[in-house]
């Protein structure tokens, strides 16, 4: 505790101003139980940026935290990038401090000498990314903390493509950041070099959007009913205009979700992955007789879909099954169109289901699998220039389509996601029944996440013992399915179980264990990279024969999982 205590006396030096020496001052007098998660660790700068909760401490998210990484970044610019005038963008959600964490980071970029674009107001995060290479920049910054709670803040780094940063330059920016001091970061802005922007990147934006999102000229658009949710947060900066300028006229918003609002006072967490954010979505959805509801969490870059089942019922699809539909509408499109050849390709991650790798493969196209993080995807398009991106998604709900922005993108997997049900609705089909077809063409799958929370020093050493169990102890047999492989994706090898053969797992390292039965359950484990939970996937599948068991088959598989979680001692 004493290493803690002079952590926190060191925050207050004048290098700190007179209100941050004044909390951590009254934390001190306190004996607060606060002052050591505050200050047990360094907010990590990790691969992707940072996220955390709003405070002074080196465990918070402040100016300084965010000081002291964006000089880090600014370091690592000017010594590593040879244009004479280097250039960021920056945007910011609807959280709380993030317009001034915004302009901190404005400061003191300028004051390195460094040309900035800055949001005028709000954005999504897809905006961002698509900004980076519209500007021509050398990297991008958004200020936001996704789904977190309220009390939460963040910043994301882009680089020169449009994606999150990624190795060499991750490593190379996060090591710069290690090495500095508090009192090393330049504050004193130089406003010539702060350029404020707006509707000009707005219509350049949705264009692309509205270009890559509709696909096809005899889709009658106008007949599809849409309930939307921005969930408080920034794609109703967006959104809306994107369905318009595509031609989707019948759509309802959740006025009292419209307005943006970091308290996001209507929910308990906006993250559409969750059926109670998109209650009252669901609600109108059901008053006007709507065929889809779309929610976006607050930097819009996920998207919760929910669609009319055989019963009419609204039923919230997850993110495998969403993506799983897109793909395939996007694979038929092109392959309509005589545009596959062999050269192109679909991204998914390693949690994410292994039917969309089957649905691509039926159109004799090849997925890429990466790690967990929408980066890993956009680093695709990058790395294979001789092949075309059709698109890509993750579990977590997340997709992209097309490579015109470099993350995932809610705006044109909206307008994607209307694509497939107004298309549906005028052939006699649904979203939901495109769903079945394709289980009943290959297998039933179901997916189901569960996360764990384990806050703090202690919840961080459990998560750790957790993994290590499994990892060194594995689990032989699950469900009366013996394991057949377990892939640790940290030691970058892949056991059999039964042979005792190993093979090597050709991707970086990541803290990630995957389990699979012979029969091809399938369970995955790895800490989350922004909160303090573990996460844990599973994967069940078996045929379908009819669209009309689906019920049932569901059922079968969810039972299962439930088993599954049980013999775990998960639940």
């Known amino acids: 505790m004493s290493e803690i205590l002079d952590k926190a006396k060191q925050w207050l030096s004048p290098t700190f101003d007179a209100e941050t020496q004044q909390e951590v001052q009254q934390l001190i007098n306190e004996n607060s139980a606060d002052l050591a998660d505050r200050f047990y660790k360094d907010m990590e700068f990790g691969t992707g940026g940072m996220r955390g909760i709003m405070g002074?401490?080196?465990?918070?998210?402040?100016?300084?935290?965010?000081?002291?990484?964006?000089?880090?970044?600014?370091?690592?610019?000017?010594?590593?990038?040879?244009?004479?005038?280097?250039?960021?963008?920056?945007?910011?959600?609807?959280?709380?401090?993030?317009?001034?964490?915004?302009?901190?980071?404005?400061?003191i970029l300028s004051a390195n000498g460094i040309k900035v674009f800055l949001f005028d107001d709000l954005r999504a995060t897809p905006e961002l990314s698509f900004a980076v290479r519209y500007l021509k920049c050398d990297a991008g910054i958004v200020l936001t903390a996704s789904h977190n709670p309220p009390e939460y803040n963040g910043y994301k780094v882009y680089w020169a493509d449009g994606g999150q940063i990624v190795p060499p330059h991750d490593h190379g920016i996060i090591s710069k950041v290690n090495t500095l001091d508090f009192s090393e970061i330049n504050f004193n802005a130089n406003e010539d070099l702060i350029e404020i922007i707006g509707a000009d990147v707005d219509k350049a934006f949705i264009a692309a959007s509205v270009k890559n999102g509709s696909l096809s000229d005899k889709i009658e658009r106008k007949n599809l009913k849409i309930v939307f949710t921005s969930l408080h947060g920034t794609s109703i900066m967006s959104v809306p205009d994107a369905l318009k300028n595509a031609g989707y006229t019948d759509v309802h918003i959740v006025e009292e979700q419209s307005k943006p609002n970091g308290d996001f006072p209507t929910v308990k967490s906006p993250n559409p992955e969750e059926p109670e954010a998109l209650e009252m979505a669901t609600n109108l959805a059901h008053k006007i007789g709507a065929d889809i509801v779309i929610g976006t969490d607050p930097d819009c870059d996920r998207l919760g879909v929910a669609v009319r089942d055989l019963d009419g019922n609204m039923k919230l699809m997850n993110g495998n099954q969403t993506m799983v539909v897109m793909t395939n509408f996007l694979l038929k499109k092109w392959q309509e169109e005589n545009k596959l050849n062999g050269k192109q390709f679909v991204g998914s991650t390693i949690v994410s289901t292994e039917l969309v790798n089957e649905v691509a493969a039926s159109y004799n196209v090849q997925t890429k699998v990466g790690l967990t993080g929408f980066k890993w995807i956009a680093k695709m398009v990058r790395d294979f220039p001789e092949l075309n991106f059709i698109g890509g998604g993750e579990e977590s709900f997340g997709y992209m389509v097309g490579?015109?922005?470099?993350?995932?993108?809610?705006?044109?997997?909206?307008?994607?996601?209307?694509?497939?049900?107004?298309?549906?609705?005028?052939s006699g089909s649904s979203f939901y029944e495109e769903l079945l077809q394709i289980y009943t063409r290959n297998n039933f799958y179901k997916e189901h996440l569960i996360s764990i929370t384990k806050k703090g020093m202690d919840g961080a050493a459990e998560i750790q013992q957790m993994l290590s169990d499994m990892r060194n102890n594995p689990i032989t047999e699950i469900d009366g399915e013996k394991i057949a492989t377990l892939s640790d994706y940290n030691s970058s090898m892949k056991r059999n179980l039964i042979t005792g053969e190993e093979s090597n797992i050709d991707l970086p390292k990541s803290n990630v264990l995957i389990y699979q039965t012979e029969k091809g359950t399938r369970i995955a484990a790895r800490p989350s990279g922004t909160e303090p939970k573990i996460k844990f996937y599973f994967s069940v599948n078996t045929a379908l024969d009819t669209k009309e068991n689906a019920l049932k088959v569901e059922a079968e598989l969810d039972a299962k999982i439930q088993r599954i979680i049980k013999e775990m001692k998960l639940n």
Do not use: P
């Open 56 to 107: 002074a401490g080196t465990n918070r998210i402040n100016k300084y935290t965010l000081g002291r990484a964006t000089q880090g970044l600014s370091n690592y610019l000017l010594e590593n990038v040879e244009k004479a005038q280097k250039s960021v963008v920056i945007a910011y959600d609807c959280r709380h401090n993030s317009k001034s964490f915004a302009k901190v980071v404005a400061n």
């Open 403 to 426: 490579d015109f922005v470099r993350d995932k993108d809610a705006v044109t997997a909206t307008l994607l996601a209307c694509e497939v049900a107004a298309y549906a609705k005028q």
